[in-house]
């Protein structure tokens, strides 16, 4: 069963638009993360997002890129003003702390495609 | 860095047990081993994690060595649906995962 659904599946975009990427996970997780995946490459970690707050980020994550939690349930990515280089596979995961976790659940993934 | 090696890539025949290793000659007292798997573009699936005692659950079975320094993932009865891209990696619980390059695990008929 889905427990992290992401939206949309695929998006294609200008070079220079600003995209928003959505995770809808379920209501009582408290650690998110986003991953890329470009196409042929390796998943890398982007950031990770913890009671409303980035807790931690990677090179990649430069200020392009934002998270945010607008609603209490939508977890979104927004990259400002994509570039070439930001064609990939982008991922949301989640975590939740309570006994007998036992690791990330991932979304299905968004294609972004800049053109 | 992803603090792992694994094989590049390996080959198992369908229904055979498919043994894929990893080492972590470096990993630290609260690092866990966690097992994910890749098939084509999907999301990366959890399969499986252990800290020093042998885990199984209904997809896999670890088994980690005394010393902790590296691990085995077992599928007792490989499928062609079992064909991904599998990850070992070690992180404390509740951290970040680093990905590296994993295996490809190539099912024959």
């Known amino acids: 069963e889905p427990e992290v659904t992401q939206t949309p599946s695929h998006q294609v975009t200008q070079m220079g638009q600003e995209v928003i990427l959505r995770c809808v996970p379920i209501?009582?997780?408290?650690?998110f993360y986003w991953y890329r995946q470009i196409l042929g490459q390796k998943v890398e970690f982007l950031v990770s997002f913890y009671n409303n707050e980035i807790s931690e980020k990677s090179e990649i994550f430069d200020d392009q890129f934002s998270v945010e939690r607008p609603d209490g349930s939508n977890f979104t990515l927004k990259i400002r003003s994509t570039k070439l280089e930001d064609s990939a596979m982008y991922f949301c995961?989640?975590?939740?702390?309570?006994?007998?976790?036992?690791?990330?659940?991932f979304g299905s993934g968004t294609r972004l495609t800049v053109v | 860095d992803a603090k792992t090696t694994q094989p590049p890539s390996m080959d198992c025949a369908e229904g055979r047990a498919a043994n894929l290793p990893c080492n972590h000659s470096?990993?630290?007292?609260?690092?866990?081993v966690y097992w994910y798997r890749q098939i084509h573009s999907q999301g990366p699936q959890y399969i499986i994690h252990g800290l020093k005692n042998n885990e199984t659950n209904e997809m896999a079975s670890l088994i980690i060595t005394e010393d902790r320094k590296s691990s085995t993932l077992i599928l007792p009865h490989a499928t062609l649906r079992d064909t991904a891209v599998y990850y070992c990696?070690?992180?404390?619980?509740?951290?970040?995962?680093?990905f590296g390059k994993g295996t490809r695990l190539h099912i024959l008929p």
């Open positions: 209501s009582n997780h408290l650690y």
């Open positions: 470096t990993i630290s007292g609260n690092e866990y």
């Open positions: 990696i070690v992180s404390p619980r509740d951290d970040k995962i680093i």
């Open positions: 995961a989640r975590i939740v702390v309570q006994a007998g976790d036992y690791g990330y659940t």
